[in-house]
Nanobody
Framework: EVQLVESGGGSVQAGGSLRPSCTVSGFTFDDYTIGWFRQAPGKEREGVSCRSSRDSSTFYAYSVEGRFTISSDNAKNTVYLQMNSLEPEDTAVYYC??????????????????WGKGTLVTVSS
């Protein structure tokens, strides 16, 4: 059974940092595109950062590039999202997701096949 389990969300003040993690099981980690999405109340779920299975290239949403960094420990089947300089606008439920798609535009909601249940990140001013 494919499972993705997030942890490490929380509540921080603006300017703070968090590093949620996502541990996956049920498939070969290196064969899947994996990344992070987020959804704020009343908004669509959006891709935050993903790593492609094809060439290990990475994608960052414009709003987080330079502040967030995606990384992984393949031996542990775990992906991380280092979030620095957090802003109130980053407040959302953050979801880990995976896909067997290896083409372009790989960090979009419709491409993802498997989802975790999410971890809440709250940033106060």
């Amino acid at each position: 059974e494919v499972q993705l389990v997030e942890s490490g969300g929380g509540s921080v003040q603006a300017g703070g940092s968090l590093r949620p993690s996502c541990t996956v099981s049920g498939f070969t980690f290196d064969d899947y595109t994996i990344g992070w999405f987020r959804q704020a109340p009343g908004k669509e779920r959006e891709g935050v950062s993903c790593r492609s299975s094809r060439d290990s290239s990475t994608f960052y949403a414009y709003s987080v590039e330079g502040r967030f960094t995606i990384s992984s420990d393949n031996a542990k089947n775990t992906v991380y999202l280092q979030m620095n300089s957090l802003e109130p606008e980053d407040t959302a439920v953050y979801y880990c997701a995976a896909s067997d798609y290896d083409g372009p535009d790989y960090c979009v909601y419709s491409r993802m096949n498997y989802w975790g249940k999410g971890t809440l990140v709250t940033v106060s001013s």
